[in-house]
T-cell receptor, first 114, second 118 residues
Framework: DSGVTQTPKHLITATGQRVTLRCSPRSGDLSVYWYQQSLDQGLQFLIHYYNGEERAKGNILERFSAQQFPDLHSELNLSSLELGDSALYFC?????????????FGPGTRLTVT | AQKVTQAQTEISVVEKEDVTLDCVYETRDTTYYLFWYKQPPSGELVFLIRRNSFDEQNEISGRYSWNFQKSTSSFNFTITASQVVDSAVYFCALTPPPGLGSQGNLIFGKGTKLSVKP
């Protein structure tokens, strides 16, 4: 158990809908990273938050957004969903936003868009 | 640009065989970190090892060992006497250097699926 929690575990929704994925980092960790794992693209970095502030963006679509709240949990919002958004979404946490510090991953949320 | 290549898509071995998973990376930076993660069938990503670019010493942890060679930009992972529980997808990853737009996010290879048969 990494100490990172993600809810829900599974999510099935229809095209055009909007969903919110939730992540709680390990106790004491200030950084949250979001990644998408799909068959086509593999594991890709989406976005990074540190102590409530956005720090870096990767290949995140404009239809996607995220935020980190004062209690440090983070939410990833996906809107106008398309079939291609079906994927496993991971969040990871680490203590400081420093290159090389290992990230601990949550169990993931499997999103299926029908 | 930074890139990680895991040329072996799938490997199948019989229990007790040794197996090496290859990882080749590309980066122009002198400072970087390399990682290996394991993704068992249950789906979670499990951290295995971190190595910085200044430490080329090989590392051994039980049946696992890692061979880092900067001259060939490789960071290979060997499992000795493989077991069925080693069946998983293994990912090699690289962190880009700190700077604008980068704060430690990982760049992953496509992964190698290892199947260990009894």
């Amino acid at each position: 158990d990494s100490g990172v929690t993600q809810t829900p575990k599974h999510l099935i929704t229809a095209t055009g809908q909007r969903v919110t994925l939730r992540c709680s980092p390990r106790s004491g960790d200030l950084s949250v990273y979001w990644y998408q794992q799909s068959l086509d693209q593999g594991l890709q970095f989406l976005i990074h938050y540190y102590n409530g502030e956005e720090r870096a963006k990767g290949n995140i679509l404009e239809r996607f957004s995220a935020q980190q709240f004062p209690d440090l949990h983070s939410e990833l919002n996906l809107s106008s969903l398309e079939l291609g958004d079906s994927a496993l979404y991971f969040c990871a946490s680490s203590g400081i936003p420093k290159t090389g510090v290992e990230q601990y991953f949550g169990p993931g949320t499997r999103l299926t868009v029908t | 640009a930074q890139k990680v290549t895991q040329a072996q898509t799938e490997i199948s071995v019989v229990e007790k065989e040794d197996v090496t998973l290859d990882c080749v990376y590309e980066t122009r930076d002198t400072t970087y970190y390399l990682f290996w993660y394991k993704q068992p069938p249950s789906g979670e990503l499990v951290f295995l090892i971190r190595r910085n670019s200044f430490d080329e010493q090989n590392e051994i942890s039980g049946r696992y060992s890692w061979n880092f060679q900067k001259s060939t930009s490789s960071f290979n992972f060997t499992i000795t006497a493989s077991q069925v529980v080693d069946s998983a997808v293994y990912f090699c990853a690289l962190t880009p250097p700190p700077g604008l737009g980068s704060q430690g996010n990982l760049i992953f290879g496509k992964g190698t699926k290892l199947s260990v048969k009894p």
